[in-house]
């Protein structure tokens, strides 16, 4: 006879057991807590009222959820800038640039894979892209196979960390915490993850100095300003728009949903200025849309608002209405833009139908006590909160040769982050645990596209792969780099205020002491006299 303290490990072990045969993740959710929904009626553990909970959940948490409408636009955002020609030149240029050092060129691939995904926030077409342009000019100039094969790899997953990252934004859904708070306790990590990455290709420029060659100078066709322009063409329009998108979240001026809106007009007009078909009288709207932006800053910062203020935002709107129709008028861009609508509705429909998936999970596992079984488990392993986090990041990291991040988000946090709080809240505040949580989950979930024999980081790579790189030297390429993001994880656990330096501090007020003052307004008396004669 099977009893209610045998449900949870029941469902937790079916959902394992159904992951490894490969059946689609939504489907397999929604069955798994239908069947054991059902099952539990019949053994008497909840009536049939109790599903109801499934429904109410799914139009309540999932279809009528704003922060989910982000998801969309960051991902056309993001679909739009891989293809429109703005990392070929960056790696170019950045190429050049460090090309005399030694490992230069990896330098040029970190750098560039770190702008590309404070702007992009996916992996799969950014690996590409990165390795199309940059792996046959590293293997012309005798870069080490696997260091190039591990770095580019590495360099793409680099965007699920750095906001706008889709990933912290599912996190902060996930968590019940604000996406501009998961961004914050995300940047530290982020940087020194670049840092990490890039005093491993300083040491192997000490030590391995062949694995990472200089590259020649009659190779460096640039040189001066004429380098330092190139540079600049990249690095100015990526920074205006992750001030656009990341810097009005931040200042608290727009929400991530109308942060994710103008990052998707933002691609095409960044796409139309990258082309070389653009008219001449789109380059004088894109001076012109410059010039009025700046004279919107100084009358604002002078005079306020007013109508000088709201004429200048009409004139930078009239500009951006123009660069989107030239986008639309190039033939490359219509398709281009094209395409991004089509996977930024195959995403958004698949991340949909997981969270469906599991809500139907989560409700069912939740009604056969199925937090209090995790609950017990997880508090009471050796070492504490150390042991706790020790442990949650193992299992996750092997989690995730099976699942993507999209999986373990949605099925594994919601059923870990009450125990989180709990465990975490006397080490960092009940403000910051969740944060410290969820960006340390992110740091760990960037290995499920690195790690052999599943990563997809590496399925990418050997697409596009000339057929002398060897699929071994991918998989063994990825290992450096996958020890690295574990030395990351290992920090971030063990310097909590990495994550938390940004956050803001809870005020620390006694409440037993506050005191409102009420003035006393003194009011004329009533005049309750008959009416006058």
Known sequence: MITLEMMPPLMFGGLILAMLIG??????????????????????FFDLNFLQAIPGRIFGSVLSNELLLAIPFFTFMGSVLERCGLAEDMLDSMGQLFGPVRGGLGYSVIIVGFILGAITGTVAAQVIAMALISMPVMLRYGYNTRYITGVLAASGTITQLVPPSLVLIVMADQLGKSVGDMYLGAWGPSIMQIVLFAGYTFFLGIFLPHHVPAVPKEARTLTGWALWKKCLMGIIPSAVLIFVVLGTMMLGLATPTEAGAMGAIGAIVLAAIHHKDLSDKGHKMLLLGIAATGVAVIVGMLLGEGKVLKLTFAVLYLAVVWLCLEAVRIPDLRDLIKQGYESTMRLSTMVVFILIGSTCFSVVFLGVSGGVWLEHHLTSIPGGVWGFLIFINLFIFFLAFFLDFFEIA???????????????????????????????????????????????????????????VKSSDIYWGALPWIGLQAAMVAIVIAFPSVVTGLLDKPLDVDLSKVKIEVPQIELPPLDFGGPKQ
């Open 410 to 468: 949605f099925i594994i946090l919601p059923m870990v982050a009450p125990i989180a709080q709990k465990v975490l809240a006397p080490v960092v505040g009940p403000d910051a645990a969740l944060i410290w949580f969820g960006v340390m989950i992110c740091v760990n979930v960037q290995t499920s596209f690195l790690h052999p024999p599943f990563g997809f980081a590496l399925f990418y790579l050997r697409g596009v792969a000339p057929k002398e």
């Open 23 to 44: 059946f689609p993740v939504a489907f397999t959710l929604a069955a798994l807590g239908l069947s054991f929904g059902f099952l539990s009626i019949y053994l008497g």
